[in-house]
């Protein structure tokens, strides 16, 4: 059974940084395609981030180009998100996907396995 499990969400003022983590159990990541979405209250979930390492493409938000980072450890089996410059409108419920179909979308549908979510607060 596929086991995505985020961490590293937390509560950080205007400005700052904080570095999301996704350990995947269970299965080997290494050809998958690999995605950050966040959920706001009252929003729809939005993709921030993905990655297909094999088609050899990351994509970004327009919100979060510039100041996010995506990456993988293939070795750990992990996918991180390297969040800077945060701003309050980034406050949200972030999770972690994954699909074995290597192809990056922009909708939540298209991810197989998700994880629980990791609450980020930015506020002063």
């Known amino acids: 059974q596929v086991q995505l499990v985020e961490s590293g969400g937390d509560l950080v003022q205007p400005g700052g940084s904080l570095r999301l983590s996704c350990a995947v159990v269970?299965?080997?990541?290494?050809?998958?395609?690999v995605a950050w979405f966040r959920q706001a209250p009252g929003k729809e979930r939005e993709m921030v981030s993905c990655n297909s390492r094999s088609i050899g493409i990351t994509i970004y938000s327009d919100s979060v180009k510039g100041r996010f980072t995506i990456s993988r450890d293939n070795a750990k089996n992990t996918v991180y998100l390297q969040m800077n410059s945060l701003k309050p409108e980034d406050a949200a419920v972030y999770y972690c996907?994954?699909?074995?179909?290597?192809?990056?979308?922009?909708?939540?549908?298209?991810?197989?396995?998700w994880g629980q979510g990791t609450q980020v607060t930015v506020s002063s």
């Open positions: 269970g299965y080997t990541l290494d050809a998958d395609a």
């Open positions: 996907a994954s699909d074995p179909s290597q192809y990056c979308s922009t909708l939540p549908r298209n991810f197989r396995s």
